[in-house]
């Protein structure tokens, strides 16, 4: 009796210990997202907006691709949209925070709201581009 317990105490603690893992690796290549896309937003936004968004989602897409090819090759569909979704609160999050930090408007990530199209553009390529990678299996 005591085994099995001590088995299901080691097993609980395994899901949290890959969960934990699960979700910081999340965070890191969203992280090198987030990093080239600021980069990108900040070099070219103002010279051309559409262009940059172009190499934004190009980013995004590629890093998306490196997160499900070497992370999860057997995801499923749910988790690849599950991780979108994270990526898309992160980005919202830290646009939040870096402007109560700076005391102006910081849309590095999502783009300016004056141009919703772009910006619209931006929040579904952080959402899906995770989807993209997944192999069907049926």
């Known amino acids: 009796m ?6 299901i105490d080691r097993q609980a ?4 210990h890959n969960a934990a893992t699960r979700a910081a690796v999340i965070v890191v290549f969203w992280g090198v997202a987030a990093l ?13 907006p559409v262009i940059c968004v172009a190499i934004e989602v190009v980013f995004i897409v590629a890093v998306a691709g490196m997160y499900v090819r070497l992370v999860m090759p057997a995801s499923t569909l749910d988790h690849a949209l599950l991780v979108g979704t994270t990526w898309v609160l992160l980005g ?5 925070a870096m402007t109560a930090n700076q005391g102006r408007q910081w849309t590095a990530l999502i783009g300016p709201p004056a141009n919703g199209g772009l910006r619209c553009v931006i929040l579904i390529a952080w959402i899906i581009a995770p989807a ?7």
């Open 36 to 48: 080239l896309v600021a980069v990108a937003n900040r070099s070219m936004y103002a010279t051309s």
């Open 13 to 16: 603690a395994q899901r949290k």
């Open 92 to 96: 919202i999050a830290t646009e939040i």
């Open 2 to 7: 005591i085994s099995m317990t001590q088995s």
């Open 132 to 138: 993209l990678f997944v192999r069907s299996r049926e």
